[in-house]
């Protein structure tokens, strides 16, 4: 056999090994491919996690104790109370949101009488509930007040639901409200109600998210897809009107409070979410999320305070109690925290912790 022949057919055998190996090698990996499970889904936290933050706790804790009497013995609120006195020409049933607010920092500060007392302002604003059809017939802006008050209603019962049994004595009085809550959000979806109700939250993106977690956790609540369904059509309207540089427009602009207000309420629609069925949604919700707090982050000063200028809405237009709108601190505050617990992102909580300093907290 001539010399140069077996280095040839040895290189040629290690050249067929080495093809062998890589078929074998690509043939493994397509296997495993066609068998490895697909990334399992991380399950919402529950939304009484999300509030027991202990930057929230503490300022929950710090304005129960300036506010100590915001209550009329019957559950009226201030502004309640003014406009029976005739002091205010107008009511609005989110006046009564307060007590949704006392329910969250009695469950978090593990104080019964301040949710016995959130329940009583509660059950006060249900009495002037229409039983004919879900509505609050007496509330000036109904449609977009019964929203804003079912929101913050079913965040602080589905809170109240998680901590149980701790607080299994102010069961009997939250389940009561649970078919109030059912009747005002299906008044929502009412098809003499809708249409308009729409239309006029169509120049704001926030009011998208605030019907989303409304509509969503009165559908938890209640155990109603109807609720669960036209939850879903809002938060995919949110997400389609996000822009990409993460901007929410309000009302022809963007807004630096009310940006915020889209990653508050839908962090609280986020957590009736279920992985399987909602994979894809809590998905795009996170990217939401991030890209609303990244916007907003871009407008922090140095002091953890937020630059205002340009904003379409805030020190241009008053509250209900007629005070001009400023930064809501709190609510943006609760928005960086919710997404960090959301996302895993420790930068938002960090940026939250900033702003809370700014706000001598």
């Known amino acids: 056999m001539p010399k140069g022949l077996i280095p040839s057919l040895r290189s040629a055998h290690r050249g067929c090994l080495l093809l062998l190996a890589g078929t074998i090698s690509f043939a493994v990996a397509q296997a495993q491919n066609a068998v490895a499970p697909v990334p399992a889904c991380t399950p919402a936290p529950p939304l009484l996690q999300m509030i027991r933050d202990p930057?929230?706790?503490r300022a929950l804790d710090k304005r129960m104790q300036a506010h100590p009497a915001w209550l009329a013995p019957d559950g009226a609120t201030t502004l309640s109370q003014e406009w029976l006195d005739g002091k205010r020409?107008?009511?609005?049933?989110?006046?009564?949101?307060?007590?949704?607010?006392?329910?969250?920092?009695?469950?978090?500060?593990k104080d019964h009488a301040l949710v016995g007392r959130g329940l009583l302002a509660l059950e006060w604003g249900f009495k002037r509930q229409s039983n004919i059809d879900g509505g609050f017939p007496e509330s000036g802006d109904a449609f977009h007040s019964v929203s804003v008050y079912l929101v913050d209603v079913t965040s602080a019962l589905l809170a109240l639901r998680e901590a149980q049994p701790e607080f299994r004595k102010e069961l009997p009085r939250m389940n009561a409200l649970v078919p109030h809550v059912e009747a005002a959000a299906l008044w929502l979806l009412r098809p003499e109600v809708l249409p308009l109700g729409r239309e006029r939250d169509n120049p704001f993106t926030h009011r998208k998210w605030i019907l989303a977690a409304a509509l969503g956790n009165a559908g938890r609540l209640a155990g109603n897809p109807q609720l669960t369904a036209a939850a879903e059509e809002f938060a995919r309207e949110g997400l389609a009107l996000q822009m990409e540089d993460g901007e929410n427009p309000e009302r022809g602009g963007f807004d630096v409070s009310y940006q915020m207000v889209d990653a508050l309420q839908g962090a609280r629609y986020y957590t009736s979410l279920q992985c399987g069925r909602d994979a894809q949604?809590?998905?795009?919700?996170?990217a939401m999320l991030s890209r609303t707090c990244a916007w907003e982050r871009l407008r922090l000063l140095p002091d953890g305070s937020v630059d205002t200028t340009g904003s379409t809405r805030i020190l241009k237009e008053k509250t209900r109690g007629g005070v001009i709108k400023k930064v809501n601190y709190p609510e943006v505050i609760q928005a960086y925290v919710y997404t960090s617990e959301i996302t895993g992102d420790p930068h938002d909580h960090q940026i939250a912790e900033r702003m809370a300093a700014s706000q001598g907290w």
């Open 89 to 109: 020409k107008d009511w609005f049933i989110e006046n009564q949101r307060e007590g949704a607010d006392m329910i969250a920092a009695g469950v978090v500060l």
């Open 281 to 286: 949604l809590m998905r795009e919700i996170r």
């Open 55 to 57: 930057l929230l706790v």
